[in-house]
């Protein structure tokens, strides 16, 4: 018998059993399997086949056996697939001495960490890159139409221009269906850019669009021209290490900036509308885990900082990185394992509840680290951890509508979606944080970023980004829950039920009352389509509405 026909009988098998939960869902399949005497196949192969006998009309269409068979689910229960890309080894300008440093990868990059050994593997090049994870996302169930892609490695400015528009445009050909780009990284920039913005606009409409774009760089690299660039290339957030808010601890670990750049460089990056996901690194040379606790919360306390999000990264001793001679000679020891726990449930619990954690690892091997945290599983423990003491974070991550197990759906009668409305100062702006939740606030169906100027913006980045003059701004709109397919409705799921229209209705409404009569969108290239129906229209890199 053909593998194909034992993957049929293994389905039709488990539709009959009729499972539950993922637990009888695995034990009806191991039970088929031993059976044929066959090892379990993976997912893939079985939603491959689910979908053909669908087809056939074999079998009756079941989401719960699609969500089941589903690989990873974690990838798009944010309403979005997540694809990251690496850029090739390059100079950086930093030199601080925690960072790994491997002359075959980007700096601050390890080998053999998943999503660098698959960077490594295709040669660095963006097209496969982009091309080969959709391959997988779709090969494992999950839809792929709207991208919130991320581009890691080193310093992103400080790569060659022609390079950085190479790199974007061969990540949007490879979404448009298009063959990789005849242009080379060394290829005029002007003719790149023409190049970027007709594949940007064949992409509105692509079958995998890039909804939202991440850079990674640092706040030294932040200018004015610097933000027009990464406007051209259809940036939405940036991702700016600071590590530590203290410059004692900076100039120590030769980070190579001050707090107060940083400061200056999230008030530029605010005018023009991004969304900035701050990097904060505890257990540094210099610090102890009272003072981290400390210096977390002033992250949010401080109108010059309040990040939208925040990866904690806590310091690992890698073999490659200068950090490791101070380990070895007793310059440098961590604050040990039980310590950083300790102050990570503080940092949780004072997560205000517009801000996302994002991360709280890297992906190091823990054969690559030699001093440092080395739990792997350490959201899960400490989410284990506030249980336990009947506390919970309440950060916007922990309460996604797709990761609650409570069953809350946004049909049940007894949790009518209710909008929230938060503020909260920065300099030169007031934020509006604008959420549909459960009215006992357990889970976020949608969020709206809204950022009313208070002070006018910077004056060069005003003459390069004229549209931004004033403006208000709508720096991100996101409606959670497992990703629903451009066009696509499903009774249960939040994605296409209107409430994206009713947070930017709440948010034109906020607009007007403080004056302003123009609202603008830091759009992906993907979603101008959406904001076009809501009556935006794209004025150079921005979808504007006038009020």
């Known amino acids: 018998m053909k593998q194909i ?57 079941d989401k719960l056996i699609e969500e089941l068979l589903r690989k990873a689910d974690v990838r798009s229960l944010s309403g979005i697939a997540v694809v990251t890309s690496l850029v090739k080894p390059y100079m950086c300008p930093g030199k601080c001495v925690y960072c790994p440093t491997e002359v075959r990868m980007p700096k601050s990059y390890i080998a053999t960490e998943p ?45 060659p221009l022609p390079y950085q528009y190479w790199f974007i445009l061969d990540s949007f050909h490879a979404c448009n269906g298009d063959a990789p780009t005849t242009f080379t990284e060394n290829s005029p920039l002007e003719e790149l850019q023409t190049a970027l913005e007709v594949a940007q606009t064949k992409n509105e409409t692509a079958p995998h669009r890039i909804i939202g774009l991440t850079l990674e760089t640092r706040p030294d690299a932040i200018a004015p021209k610097t933000v027009l660039h990464m406007r051209r290339q259809g940036c939405t957030r940036i991702e700016l290490g600071l590590q530590a808010p203290d410059d004692a601890i900076l100039k120590l670990i030769v980070r190579g900036h001050t707090v107060q750049q940083f400061r200056d460089a999230m008030k530029l990056l605010r005018e023009a509308g991004f969304k900035v996901d701050l990097h904060f690194m505890p257990d540094l ?62 940092m949780k619990l004072a997560t205000p509840r517009y801000c996302r954690i994002s991360r709280l690892i890297r992906d190091i091997p823990e054969t690559e680290i030699e001093a440092g945290n080395k739990i792997t599983n350490l959201r899960e423990a400490l989410t284990k951890e506030l249980k336990n003491r009947g506390q919970k974070c309440l950060c916007l991550r922990c309460r996604e509508i797709g990761r609650q197990k409570n069953g809350l759906q946004l049909s049940a009668a007894s949790y009518q979606p209710k909008l929230f409305i938060e503020n909260y100062d920065t300099t030169g702006g007031t934020e509006y944080f604008l959420s549909i939740e459960d009215p006992d606030r357990i889970a976020v169906y949608g969020f709206l970023r809204l950022r009313i100027p208070t002070e006018k913006a910077n004056e060069k980045l005003v003459e ?55 609202l603008a969108v830091i759009s992906g290239v993907g979603v101008r389509e959406y904001y076009k129906k809501l009556g935006f229209s794209l004025a150079h890199t921005y979808m504007i509405k006038n009020l």
């Open 285 to 346: 040379p210099g610090t102890t885990p009272e003072h981290d606790v400390e210096m977390y919360k002033s992250l949010f306390s401080d109108p010059g900082l309040k990040p939208d999000m925040v990866k904690i990264y806590p310091n690992t001793v890698i073999k490659t990185a200068e950090l490791y001679q101070w380990y070895l000679d007793g310059r440098y020891k961590p604050y040990g394992e039980e310590g950083l726990f300790k102050a990570l449930l503080e």
């Open 115 to 159: 999503a660098a050994a698959r960077a490594l593997r295709l040669d660095f090049s963006p097209y496969e890159q982009m091309a080969r994870r959709i391959e997988m996302l779709r090969g494992n169930g999950h839809p792929t139409d709207k991208i919130e892609y991320i581009i890691k490695g080193g310093t992103w400015n400080a790569y």
């Open 464 to 518: 390069l980004l004229p549209d931004i003059r004033d403006t208000a701004f709508i720096r991100e709109l996101h409606v959670y829950g497992q990703l629903v397919g451009i066009g696509k409705h499903e009774e249960e799921a939040s994605q296409h039920k209107g409430l994206g229209r009713q947070l930017v209705d709440a948010a034109e409404g906020i607009t007007r009352e403080n004056g302003f009569s123009k």
């Open 5 to 61: 026909d034992k993957n049929k009988i293994i389905i039709q098998t488990i539709i009959s059993a009729r499972p539950k939960t993922k637990a009888e869902f695995d034990s009806e399949r191991t039970y088929v399997c031993s059976q044929l005497g066959i090892q379990q196949p993976p997912n893939r192969e079985l939603l491959e086949v689910y979908h053909e006998l669908t087809q056939e009309k074999k079998i009756e269409p």
